[in-house]
């Protein structure tokens, strides 16, 4: 049974589509931030803003990594691509996810928001041109918005790996990320995504190798882990804002975890130069063999999808600071974009087929380099060196 956000979104882009038809006109215009917006996004996104009958659909796109929206009149909904995602957002509507989008679509929805991107960061040449660019790619991305919905729904999935499994796991860490301060249980989350808890944590296992408790426990622990990093809370703030019920919970989650009390990550972190040995130390989950770096300008395909391997996890770190865009290469040898990682931080990235191929890269210089993980979980750090090397 298909996710009922695929549904929605198909419902809500089949009313939108005559509507805009009608109205014919697309005008690119600015955004701002409104400190009580109707829609928070998570950035990047194309927002679409219309009124029946009358004047043109108005199309603008978000660059930021957060804030909020304003209503205003007529009709409002974003688009936001995510980790191998795509969410649509509404006024007063939780976000309604497509999971485990097809690699060949995330990668031409990758390829929009970059263009969309440029476009707005590049002060040479007219607006009419940038304009074009950013009402192209949002007409494109609706289209394939629709198009991912619609495959989402229909009989056609299901085959192998089981891709509804794979999207009902990565909708379930779309709605776990913005309710870790709270009591997440998982009945709860058996509810929200229909299955009974049994079934639930049937999925998971097949799927990941891992039980609904891990999940939950593992994404508060990355959470924290990067308020740690990135703010000067207390251990006990952070605690909370990463959903733990004590300190000490905390304190003993994160140690077993991570080999590090919280207090020794954070002094550690901020001390360290960033050297290969002590990005390794520091971005360590449990005992996980190293990645095999392939040679400078070599690249390789995954396994085929019916290739079985255990499940395992890449933890991407970089030690320049730089925002580096991270690519899994599909079994055809093509890249699927995964996501930009956040200035200064790391990114986890699960997959079921041991021996997959990565591709890291450092937008403004364009260096790339390749590797392939093993069959158990594995640890990635790209650092300078290893870019360069």
Known sequence: ???????????????????????????????EAAINGAITLTGPAFVYRWENGLGPVKVSFWPEQEGRIANGPGHLLAIEPGLGTIRLKLPGREPMVIGAVEPAVYQQIGELTSDAQSALQNPVGDH??????????????????????????GPERGTKRSPR?????????????????????????????????????????????????????????????????????????????????????????????????????????????????ELAELCQVSERSPVEWLPVASVAASPDEDHEGEPHTVVVANALHDIVELFWVTPQGKRARIDVLERGGMVFVNRDNGGSCWIVRIPATGRERCFRTPDDHALAVVTSATMEG
Request: charge should be positive.
């Open 165 to 277: 499994k794979d999207q009902l796991v990565t909708q379930l860490h779309e709605w776990l990320r913005p309710n870790l301060e709270k009591s997440v249980k998982l009945g709860d989350a058996a509810a929200r995504f229909q299955k009974s808890p049994r079934q639930l944590i049937r999925i998971l296992k097949e799927t990941t190798g891992a039980g609904f408790a891990e999940h939950l426990t593992m994404h508060r622990l990355t959470l924290a882990r990067a308020l740690l990093m990135r703010s000067g809370q207390s251990v006990m703030e952070v605690a909370r804002a990463s959903g733990f019920n004590s300190r000490e919970q905390f304190i003993r989650s994160f140690n077993k975890a991570f080999g590090w009390t919280p207090l020794q990550f954070r002094k550690a972190w901020n001390q360290a130069a960033l050297s290969d040995a």
């Open 128 to 153: 009419w041109s940038r304009d074009l660019i950013v009402i192209a790619a949002a007409m494109r991305l609706a289209s394939l918005t629709r198009e991912a919905a619609a495959a989402a729904v």
């Open 1 to 31: 049974m298909s996710s009922s956000s695929d549904h929605d979104i198909l419902n809500v882009l089949d009313a939108a589509g005559p509507q805009w038809a009608e109205l014919q006109a697309w005008k690119a215009v600015p955004i």
